[in-house]
């Protein structure tokens, strides 16, 4: 009988990110190995590459990130619910570092194009319910959907956000950035108001 592995993939996707929050980018298997207190061949026992094992935490990260995002944008009332979406991406930064450093490391449309096979299924439907409580509350704020106030939401409660957040990823979060992530939000929200989105 062949003895349990002693490291799980996940214990080696939480040194990972230990790691990406200490080493940035440029982070090595090595790293990762002693930041789990494990052989470099128990990683790749795990992960065929370098790449896969960072992809995978990106995607384990994103996911991460999503469980309260997608509770703010499904709560009852839509004005709340897009100021708590927006709340959450500082909040979730502050909370989570290495996570929140761990998802700078690829964009969605990079690990399409040329990230490891073993993954790209969980990359291209990473985002699908979060796309799909966004057009739900498309429809409860604007009383219907397109394709531009889907935008709209977008930029009010990821994009704007995270452009605020973007350059304290790793570091001190200050509070502040959760008021002015709503407030932001808010008024970025307004542009689908009748007679406000340009054709």
């Keep these: 009988m062949s003895r349990p592995a002693k490291f799980s993939a996940d214990d080696l996707l939480d040194a990972a990110a230990r790691a990406v929050l200490d080493h940035g980018p440029q982070v090595s298997v090595a790293d990762v190995g002693r930041a789990a207190g494990a052989p ?6 795990r992960f065929r590459s370098r790449e896969e094992l960072l992809a995978s935490l990106w995607v384990r990260s994103i996911r991460r990130f999503h469980v309260g995002f997608l509770a703010a944008l499904r709560l009852p009332d839509p004005q709340a619910a ?22 700078t490391l690829f964009s969605r449309q990079h690990l399409l194009q040329g990230g490891p096979e073993s993954i790209r299924a969980a990359v291209e439907h990473v985002n699908d319910d979060i796309d799909g409580a966004t057009g739900d509350l498309c429809a409860r704020r604007y009383g219907s959907v397109s394709p531009e106030l889907q ?35 808010t008024a970025i929200a307004t542009l689908g108001d009748a007679g406000s989105v340009r054709s």
């Design 82 to 103: 897009i100021e708590a979406a927006a709340r959450h991406v500082p909040a979730h930064c502050r909370a989570h570092p290495a996570e929140a450093r761990a998802m």
């Design 40 to 45: 470099v061949g128990s990683i790749y026992h």
């Design 151 to 185: 935008e709209i939401l977008v930029i009010a409660t990821r994009l704007s956000p995270y452009g605020l957040v973007r350059a304290f990823i790793g570091a001190d979060v200050p509070a502040l950035l959760d008021d002015a992530a709503a407030v932001s939000a």
